[in-house]
């Protein structure tokens, strides 16, 4: 049985809530011995990132001053990994479950297993999709996707055609063809009129830097250095970029993209060889989850103010504000949060006088 879903218009602000009545699948499942607090299974996709790594422990703090705890499992982008870590994770008898899939297709098998176990499931950041999912935590994607792409088209060179190369994420994870529409919303017009071109463009296999390395390199056979800007979905993707432009002497000379706010993209972007970032403040991505995942698996009710469709339902969903990052505000925004730290980020460079 999947909680129900109800709407509720409020006119005088012209806003749609969804209220996610989270009425009982059935008792929750047994918790580990001596422990009476709400019991959450994290599902990962990969640590192999230091961005999973920081949403790993902020997300186990935040839940242990709750006092609930938290069952990690992290599957090294494995679809089959995954699915036996969810298994595993109801039979510990979990509350609840938390998910941030590898492949958002495959990990609908992982919500029927949950909901087969009366266990509630949330997918954290990445849409799981084709399946009725309860809940959807994340950062507004399309709107990153604007942003990044916003960017490249307010710096491009005036007075010629814009020539651009892409490099998409992985085609596994729906969060990439979100940021793909977001681009795709602001580019459409700009290609349409003729005043920007798209010299090469493709997928990055799971996010790897190598591939987008790959993919620069394609472009820069093809094209050489006639093109102005890579539109990389991600630091790791931007990354891989950056290394191949470095090596044909091109690095600093093209705009490059990214998302995440690593702290390697940012010692780029002070460097002046990576154009921006998006960061995405991951603390209260994950407060915001726990703090779900606690009242989810107490079976209270939950609301959320959108809705995401994920190819079968419209997922009740909690999307969070993102924020540009580029050398001009690298002090006021990572390193005003505490995100970063003042000394990491200009390890190897002088940084520029405050605005």
């Given at each position: 049985m999947r909680y129900r879903v109800g709407l509720t218009v409020l006119s005088l602000v012209l806003s749609v809530l969804i209220g996610v009545v989270l009425s009982r699948r059935g008792a929750p499942g047994?918790?580990?011995?001596?422990?009476?607090?709400?019991?959450?299974?994290?599902?990962?996709?990969?640590?192999?990132?230091?961005r999973w790594q920081r949403d790993r422990d902020l997300f186990v703090k935040a839940a242990e001053d709750r006092g609930a705890k938290v069952l990690v499992q992290s599957a090294n982008s494995d679809d089959t990994r995954q699915i036996a870590d969810v298994q595993a994770l109801l039979s510990s008898g979990v509350d609840v479950l938390v998910i941030v899939p590898h492949n958002a297709r495959a990990m609908a098998t992982a919500v029927n297993l949950a909901h087969e176990a009366n266990t509630p499931v949330i997918a954290y950041d990445r849409l799981i999709t084709d399946c009725d999912l309860d809940l959807y935590v994340s950062f507004d994607n399309v709107k990153v996707g604007e942003a990044q792409a916003r960017f490249v088209v307010d710096h491009l060179p005036k007075g010629r055609k814009g020539r651009i190369v892409r490099i998409f994420g992985a085609k596994t994870d729906n969060n990439?063809?979100?940021?793909?529409?977001?681009?795709?919303?602001?580019?459409?017009?700009?290609?349409?009129?003729?005043?920007?071109?798209?010299?090469?463009?493709?997928?990055?296999?799971?996010?790897?830097?190598?591939?987008?390395?790959?993919?620069?390199?394609?472009?820069?056979?093809?094209?050489?250095?006639?093109?102005?800007?890579?539109?990389?979905?991600?630091?790791?993707?931007?990354?891989?970029?950056?290394?191949?432009?470095?090596?044909?002497?091109?690095?600093?000379?093209?705009?490059?993209?990214?998302?995440?706010?690593?702290?390697?993209?940012?010692?780029?972007?002070?460097?002046?060889?990576?154009?921006?970032?998006?960061?995405?403040?991951?603390?209260?991505?994950?407060?915001?989850?726990?703090?779900?995942?606690?009242?989810?698996?107490?079976?209270?009710?939950?609301?959320?103010?959108a809705s995401t469709y994920n190819g079968r339902v419209d997922v009740p969903s909690v999307l969070l504000e993102v924020i540009v990052v580029?050398?001009?505000?690298?002090?006021?925004?990572?390193?005003?949060?505490?995100?970063?730290?003042?000394?990491?980020?200009?390890?190897?460079?002088?940084?520029?006088?405050?605005?």
């Open positions: 047994p918790v580990e011995a001596g422990h009476k607090g709400v019991v959450i299974g994290l599902s990962m996709d990969t640590l192999k990132e230091a990439a063809s979100q940021f793909k529409e977001g681009q795709d919303n602001v580019l459409k017009p700009y290609l349409q009129r003729g005043d920007l071109e798209i010299i090469h463009e493709d997928w990055a296999d799971n996010w790897k830097p190598e591939s987008a390395k790959r993919i620069t390199e394609a472009a820069i056979t093809r094209r050489g250095a006639s093109f102005d800007a890579i539109l990389a979905s991600n630091d790791g993707t931007a990354g891989g970029a950056i290394q191949a432009l470095t090596e044909e002497g091109l690095a600093g000379k093209v705009i490059v993209t990214g998302q995440d706010a690593e702290l390697v993209a940012c010692q780029r972007i002070a460097a002046g060889t990576q154009s921006m970032t998006i960061y995405k403040p991951i603390a209260k991505l994950a407060t915001s989850a726990v703090e779900l995942a606690v009242k989810v698996g107490r079976r209270a009710p939950v609301i959320a103010k580029t050398r001009e505000n690298l002090q006021s925004t990572v390193v005003a949060d505490g995100y970063l730290s003042y000394r990491d980020v200009y390890r190897y460079v002088v940084p520029p006088p405050e605005r």
